[in-house]
């Protein structure tokens, strides 16, 4: 059974600093994985998509790289602004059987951006 | 209106009651899902949709029944529920369940079960 792991649960961090925040997963067979964002109470916004034969994909301040043989992800902030606060999930999506794809979720690290 | 709502956003009922959660979407895509986030717990995924034919059931308690009359509206009927069944219900969609394909998430309902 696929697990997903963030580290750290959660971050503070100064305005300005560039930030990584991990993703590990214990099955290597997957299909892609997505970064998402989710604010206090509210639903889950996609950052970044990578495809399984992708190594990295690239959105504005955000990079986000994967090595699926190790089994790890990080999602790379530049010039971390308050409104960058958030909690960051990562999900991998594997083969669950009869035409199933599922997307596996960590719980999330929780970012603050203090000013 | 773009995207995909959820209605309503908060709700509150006790352990007796019937209440129904709704989700709609404006994204053309075949495919729609229902999760369940609790406190300190990765979201989990509860129903899977495609051209409103459920594909997948992780197990989850018959309290929850979910509906799709068609592609764009997804319901999750909810009768005796327990306390711990309070959470964050997210609904998404995406084109179809292939591994490809981007889900796209609502804002949302935050249940409590008194």
């Known amino acids: 059974k696929q697990e997903v792991t963030q580290i750290p649960a959660a971050l503070s961090v100064p305005e300005g600093e560039n930030l990584v925040l991990n993703c590990s997963f214990t099955d290597s067979a997957i299909y892609n994985l997505q970064w998402f964002r989710q604010d206090p109470g509210k639903g889950l916004t996609s950052l970044l998509l990578i495809q399984s034969s992708q190594r990295e994909q690239t959105s504005g301040r955000l990079n986000a790289s994967l090595d699926k043989s190790s089994g790890r992800s990080t999602l790379y902030i530049a010039a971390s602004q308050p409104g960058d606060s958030a909690t960051y999930l990562c999900?991998?999506?594997?083969?669950?059987?009869?035409?199933?794809?599922?997307?596996?979720f960590g719980k999330g690290t929780k970012l603050s951006v203090i000013p | 209106e773009t995207g995909v709502t959820q209605t309503p956003r908060h709700l509150v009922m006790g352990m007796t009651n019937k209440k129904s959660l709704k989700c709609e979407q404006h994204?053309?895509?075949?495919?729609m899902y229902w999760y369940k986030q609790s406190a300190k717990k990765p979201l989990e995924l509860m129903f899977v949709y495609n051209f409103k034919e459920q594909t997948e059931n992780n197990s989850v308690p018959s309290r929850f029944s979910p509906e799709c009359p068609n592609s764009s509206h997804l319901f999750l009927h909810l009768h005796t529920l327990q306390p711990e069944d309070s959470a964050l219900y997210l609904c998404?969609?995406?084109?179809?369940?292939?591994?490809?394909?981007?889900?796209?998430f609502g804002p949302g309902t935050r249940l409590t079960v008194l």
């Open positions: 999900a991998v999506r594997g083969y669950s059987g009869a035409g199933s794809y599922q997307l596996t």
């Open positions: 998404a969609s995406s084109q179809d369940p292939a591994s490809y394909n981007e889900q796209f």
């Open positions: 994204l053309g895509h075949n495919a």
